[in-house]
C-alpha cells in the first residue's frame, strides 16, 4: 500500500512559489517553469499530476516550447 502525500497550495507556499510555477491551475506554463521543473528532477507524470493535466500535454508543451531533455524523453 502507497503513502499518499498531500500538496498544499501554492499560496500556502507563499508568493516565490507561485512566482516561480504559478498556480497549480494555470497551464500552459512559460518555458522557463517547465525548464525549472525538468531541471529540479519532477518526472513528466508528476508535472501532469501538479498541473492537473496528461503526461501528453506536458510532453506536447515541452516540444512547443523547446524544453525537450527529460521532459521529452529524448
Known sequence: ????????????????????????LDWPISAASLDALVDLGLSNACIAHYYRVTVDDVIALARQRGVYRQAVGE
Open 1 to 24: 500500500m502507497g503513502m499518499v502525500m498531500q500538496r498544499a497550495s501554492p499560496a500556502a507556499m507563499g508568493p516565490r512559489h507561485v512566482e516561480c510555477f504559478g498556480n497549480a
